[in-house]
């Protein structure tokens, strides 16, 4: 105990000397939290729509008014044919199409609606797809709206109703500051610690210390709380920092959301040590995280929904530690899930923190 | 004789990197109390010895004790009993000398106090400097640093690794003196250096190269049994000297050993006749005399005599 004592006063006097360390522990969460929630977004706005109205009815003009007032679209013009509209489109003059047939109203009425298509630049698939989405559900509602005003029932319209729940103001915003702490974490008790313990091996300090009678175990754990208690402060930085800009606060418990970020700083920090075992260089360990990190952030679903990926990978996200700590994450902090709702994902999660710590003492002692 | 009667003993030890032979089959023995110096070139396999028998690396084959103490089975014994300073430094930059010293003492359960009287001859030397963060002291000063710390849990054996590498001549000369006075308090050292000059302050030399060791002498038991006939040649064109010499009759072999030519001549070798024949091919301005041999000139003795070499 007392060799770890004398070990950790070490590492803290290195960090605190450090003159660039203890200025990123504080400014990384924060300029991360200022910053990046506004640029890692997918929300769509202002969609340059031209409306092609071949109907010219009292059904096609409602839909035209609906998406001159929502705040989704920016409207551009009626035009009167579609090779017009389809040349603005070409030309990047507008983004989307929306064109409502001649009849449109009256074969609606008559209980077999012809189609309205929706033509979407799809160059930026983002915009592409969730402008032509929203066009899709604001034509419906303006149809269903038509109806009702018509006091007519049972006429079939396309119905597409979807509800944001847990998020319900759709603020893509809320969806991605969980998954930002997690990067946070990730590069902070990852990457660190694997760079900390390189160095140590590049200096040839480690070899010093390895001539003294410390155990070697002894010597990591010296190594690695000092970036738990770092993880945990980032943590809290964060937090406070979205509270402060977003107004976003855990809806479920607090002692959970930390409790989760512990089992994965321990497991990042473990696996930090793996990569650092297999590294002589800084260089080598560097390129090696950055693999492993590409992996848990793209494929652990802290960018895009699991959902959509092909099938294979799916599969593969279940050995991937930050899959599991995503859905906690986000679960916890925007739906209020409590730790009973998420046992499966915390048994994964203290799963791979074992694997990994074990992992870590391994391939550390085939070194010797 | 037990092993616990010598400071160290190495069987047959070995290690490969690969298919290289770092350290191949060596066997040695140094007393209790001796300084034992390590003489030989870079890429020896000095380092990979010391890793060895300071329980950094582990042997492919062979055994080794180090005061009694095996170097597979009692690593914590040895590493409590032991002080080591590797050939690079590799203290914390980071923190100051003083830090340095103090953290090293924790580790060994020891603090700086009580075991200042031993480092006092050395550390004092860099006292001044000891708020100095180690990364900014220069290179003399590092290395009293080092030996500082390798020295402040009193180990009974030190292990230095060309501690002497980049060093200026008076500091150099500086460190040797402390070896002689850490040997007076009974602590043994086993020294490398790939510097011929340093070997005759060593009690007992292994000369080693490629792994294995040539021979093992007192520098002047070396110095005694060189038996063939050596001169020290010159003249105004050296270069040309040197290719010519090599071709005479009568000459073994010749090489460079600083201002002069040294020229080890075969037992019918007449310095007379070499030089008539050298004065008939232009050198009129030949000078020859016989010389005692250095290490350096059993070095190489020896290593032309190694078949394996």
């Known amino acids: ?368 | 004789m037990s092993t616990t009667d010598r400071a160290i003993v190495v069987r047959g030890l070995t290690k490969r990197y690969g298919k290289q032979l770092a350290v191949d089959h060596l066997s040695f023995e140094v007393e209790h109390g001796e300084i034992f110096g390590l003489i030989g070139p870079d890429g020896a396999g000095k380092t990979t010895l010391f890793h060895m028998l300071t329980t950094l690396t582990t042997p492919d084959e062979g055994t080794a004790s180090i005061l009694g103490k095996d170097i597979l089975k009692d690593i914590r014994a040895i590493r409590s009993s032991v002080g080591y300073m590797p050939g690079r430094f590799s203290l914390y930059q980071d923190l100051s000398a003083r830090e340095n010293l103090q953290f090293f003492a924790a580790l060994f359960r020891t603090t700086v106090e009580e075991n200042y009287d031993l480092v006092a001859p050395i550390y004092s030397q860099i006292e001044k400097f000891q708020d100095r963060k180690a990364g900014h002291l220069s290179g003399g000063m590092k290395q009293k640093l080092a030996l500082s710390c390798a020295l402040i849990h009193r180990p009974s054996m030190l292990f230095l690794d060309e501690p002497t590498t980049g060093v200026d001549a008076v500091s150099r000369g500086e460190f040797w003196e402390m070896l002689q006075r850490l040997k007076e308090q009974g602590i043994t050292i086993l020294v490398s250096t790939p510097y011929m000059d340093e070997a005759s302050l060593c009690d007992r030399i292994a000369l080693y190269n490629k792994g294995r060791i040539l021979g093992i002498d007192t520098p002047e038991g070396f110095r005694r049994g060189y038996d063939a006939p050596l001169y020290a040649v010159s003249a105004e064109r050296m270069y040309e000297l040197l290719n010519v010499t090599r071709g005479m009759p009568g000459v073994r072999e010749c090489y460079t050993a600083g201002s002069v030519h040294h020229l080890v001549g075969t037992a019918d070798f007449r310095p007379e006749e070499y030089s008539e024949a050298l004065a008939a091919r232009g050198f009129s301005d030949l000078v020859i005399r016989p010389i005692e041999a250095d290490v350096e000139d059993v070095f190489i003795k020896l290593m032309h005599n190694d078949p394996l070499q």
């Open chain 1, 1 to 368: 105990m007392r060799t770890l004592g004398v070990l950790l006063e070490k590492e803290f006097l290195q960090l605190f000397r450090d003159p660039f360390m203890p200025k990123m522990i504080v400014f990384f969460p924060i300029l991360v939290m200022l910053i990046f929630p506004w640029v890692a977004t997918l929300e769509v706005k202002d969609v340059r729509v031209t409306v092609v109205d071949q109907d010219n009815s009292s059904l096609s003009r409602l839909i035209s008014n609906e998406i001159e007032h929502s705040a989704y679209f920016e409207f551009q013009e009626v035009a009167k044919d579609y090779d017009r509209a389809l040349l603005r489109l070409e030309e990047d003059r507008t983004d989307a199409i929306v064109s409502i047939p001649a009849g449109f109203e009256e074969s609606l009425l008559k209980g077999s609606p012809k189609k309205i298509s929706i033509s979407a630049n799809a160059v930026n698939a983002v915009k592409g797809s969730v402008g032509s989405q929203y066009l899709t559900q604001i034509t419906g509602s303006a149809q269903q709206e038509f109806l009702q005003e018509k006091g007519i029932q049972g006429l079939s319209v396309p119905e597409v109703t979807v509800t944001n729940r847990y998020n319900e103001t759709l603020v893509y915003r809320n969806y991605m500051i969980p998954a930002l702490m997690i990067m946070l974490l990730i590069l902070v008790c990852g990457f660190l610690p694997a760079l900390n313990i390189v160095n140590e091996k590049e200096r040839g300090t480690i070899e010093q210390i390895n001539v003294t009678p410390v155990k070697q175990s002894v010597f990591m754990l010296a190594k690695l709380i000092p970036f738990w208690v770092i993880g945990l402060v980032v943590v809290a930085i964060s937090i406070f920092t979205s509270f402060i800009l977003y107004g976003l606060v855990p809806s479920g418990s607090w002692l959970e959301v930390f409790l989760a970020c512990m089992i994965f700083i321990i497991l990042m920090s473990a696996l930090g040590v793996v990569v650092a075992n297999y590294s002589s260089t800084m260089i080598e360990a560097i390129f090696l995280m950055f693999f492993v990190i590409m992996i848990f952030v793209l494929m652990g679903g802290l960018l895009t929904p699991i959902e959509s990926m092909p099938e294979w990978a799916q599969y593969f996200t279940f050995i991937l530690p930050s899959r599991y700590f995503n859905t906690i994450m986000r679960a916890t902090y925007l739906k209020g899930a409590s730790i009973l709702d998420l046992r499966l994902e915390y048994a994964a999660l203290a799963a791979f923190g074992l694997i990994f710590g074990l992992l870590a003492a391994i391939t550390y002692r085939k070194r010797s």
